[in-house]
């Protein structure tokens, strides 16, 4: 297959940049796509002497990279989003549940599915991680959609038999038994992968985060994703309906849901001893910025918990968080770094919302990466998308400089390509 290669600035990672400096980062001239791969990167000359055939696509200076990974989202409360005044418990009830309500009818689920993928897509998000509702036409809708359009997406069915409203709530039979017929109807076929999907230890009865559990030790190439230790009142709950645990992790680990492909969203008020466990069994921890300043969750402990050797993806929590883009949650993390005492540098927001986020869902080796054999999900930026922008990198005095104002400032304007699959998605700008 002939294929493309597109010119411009080609970022790739041959290391992380928390632990080896923004010398990680490598910038080519072009990449070259061939069969939904990545061919080669390298110096145009060199790509076109290989690829003869192949077509090429100018991008001038625009920064291409690999296509972002958002690696905890709710896609159902994408017409919630920015809802106004609540914390987490009473967001929930109160905006939340009643929207998830709604997704047991096939069509509606369908219709925010394809309507999320859209914006996502305009976004640069390439991948994510999903949570459904409890129902499985939740599920069936996103896989159905995602797999249309050649997507690399994980999903699973929201579990809860507790602490929800009636009309939102199953057993710990029916979670197994929907959460089964799903993983073994989806998982592996395409791009697609389930997850098993316990919303938090608050609505889920000890016999059903059992019965997760057992699903998972069957099934362990499969992710699980749940929620840790967001907000102070919260952890209360927990204690209050878990009165043996050791701590919030416990009611997880108690029940087989602590594991090396478990991914914990938010763990921002952690424990010592729940640090040590999550680390010893190598969970990815999923930072969530623009989500715990919106619903006043805390500030996450990047510099910490990535010193301690955690690994650790960034994410949008839409619609917990308030934007679907991932430029703009890799701007809120920066906040939330400053406000800790400690800048991120561009590269290292570069590298949690590709590499590090493709690393949470244990697929670094196919996505979140530009490098030989890698699945081509790239992303094209313009780096003087609007005025105040293009003003901002007139000052730039390196490649960093100028790319920071679009990380700080840019949205799906900034975003002048994405591919998906090899393929440019269609409508996207150039
Ligand atoms: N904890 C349990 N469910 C949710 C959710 O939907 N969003 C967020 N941010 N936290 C949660
Ligand atoms: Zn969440």
């Given at each position: 297959?002939?294929?493309h290669i597109l010119s411009g600035r080609v970022l790739s990672f041959a ?8 010398g990680a980062a490598r910038f080519h001239e072009a990449v070259a796509v061939?069969?939904?791969?990545v061919a080669a990167v390298g110096p145009l000359a060199e790509l076109r002497a290989a690829h003869?055939?192949?077509?090429v696509v100018d991008h001038g200076d625009r920064l291409i990279l690999a ?283 570069l ?18 990466n530009l490098a030989p054999?890698m699945?081509a999900?790239i992303?094209v ?18 490649l ?31």
């Amino acid at each position: 297959m002939a294929g493309h290669i597109l010119s411009g600035r080609v970022l790739s990672f041959a290391g992380d940049p928390f632990e080896e400096g923004p010398g990680a980062a490598r910038f080519h001239e072009a990449v070259a796509v061939a069969g939904g791969h990545v061919a080669a990167v390298g110096p145009l000359a060199e790509l076109r002497a290989a690829h003869p055939q192949a077509q090429v696509v100018d991008h001038g200076d625009r920064l291409i990279l690999a296509g972002f990974v958002d690696p905890h989202v709710h896609y159902p409360q994408t017409a919630i989003i920015a809802s106004w005044g609540k914390r987490l418990i009473d967001w929930l009830n109160t905006y939340t549940f009643p929207e998830e309500m709604r997704f047991g009818d096939v069509e509606y689920a369908g219709e925010i599915a394809a309507r999320y993928l859209d914006l996502t897509a305009a976004h640069g998000t390439t991948t994510m991680c999903s949570f459904c509702t409890i129902h499985p036409e939740s599920v069936e809708a996103f896989f159905t959609e995602a797999q249309a359009r050649g997507q690399r997406v994980v999903a699973g069915k929201t579990c809860m038999d507790r602490n929800a409203p009636e009309g939102l709530r199953d057993t710990p039979q029916a979670a197994y038994d929907q959460s089964r017929a799903l993983l073994e109807r989806w998982h592996g076929v395409d791009r697609l992968s389930y997850a098993i999907t316990p919303r938090f230890s608050p609505t889920s009865t000890p016999e059903q985060l059992e019965a997760l559990g057992a699903l998972w030790a069957g099934n362990p190439g499969c992710l699980m994703q749940t929620h840790l230790s967001e907000q102070l009142d919260e952890i209360e709950w927990v204690k209050g309906l878990f009165p043996q645990a050791r701590d919030y992790l416990d009611t997880y680990e108690a029940f087989g849901l602590l594991g090396e492909s478990g991914l914990y969203g938010h763990a921002i008020h952690l424990e010592p001893r729940e640090r040590d466990r999550l680390r010893e069994v190598g969970a990815a921890l999923v930072h969530c910025p623009t989500s715990n300043t919106f619903i006043g969750s805390g500030l996450f402990d990047m510099e910490g918990l990535k010193a301690a050797g955690h690994r650790i993806g960034l994410a949008t929590d839409t619609g917990g968080g308030s934007s679907f883009s991932m430029l703009r949650t890799m701007a809120a993390a920066y906040e939330v770094g400053q406000l800790r005492g400690r800048a991120l540098h561009p590269a290292e927001l570069l590298w949690l919302a590709t590499v590090g986020s493709a690393r949470s869902l244990r697929m670094d080796h196919l996505i979140g990466n530009l490098a030989p054999g890698m699945e081509a999900d790239i992303v094209v930026l313009d780096l003087a998308s609007t005025p105040a922008i293009a003003q901002a990198v007139t000052r730039a005095e390196d490649l960093w400089q100028a790319v920071f104002p679009t990380i700080m400032m840019g949205d799906d304007r900034a975003v002048a390509e994405v591919w998906i699959g090899g393929r440019p998605v269609a409508g996207a700008r150039r």
